[in-house]
C-alpha cells in the first residue's frame, strides 16, 4: 500500500466593518492569524485606518493523497526556480 501524504492548511476569516457599522467586506488570509493582527492586515490592504474587524475565524482543514499521485502531479524544484529566473 502506498504512504498517505497529509498537509494542513489554516485559514482565517472575519467580516470588515467601518466606522458606521456598516458591513464591508468578507475578507480571508492564508494561516492563523490573530484578530489584532487581523485588523491591521485589513487596515493596511484597504487604506482605511477606520476599519475594524468581527466575527474572525480560524479554520484547519487537512489535505492528503498517495505517494504515487503526489509524484504524478508533482513538479521538480529545479524547473521552477529556472522558470523564476526567466520571469
Known sequence: MARIIKRKIRTTECEVVDENGQR??????????????MANIVR???ENPLLSVRNVVA????????????MEH???MIELEENEKEN
Open 24 to 37: 464591508v467586506t468578507l475578507m480571508h488570509i492564508s494561516g492563523n492569524v490573530s484578530a489584532p493582527r
Open 44 to 46: 493596511r490592504d484597504k
Open 59 to 70: 479554520t484547519e482543514k487537512v489535505y492528503y493523497m498517495t505517494e504515487d499521485e503526489f
Open 74 to 76: 508533482a513538479h521538480e
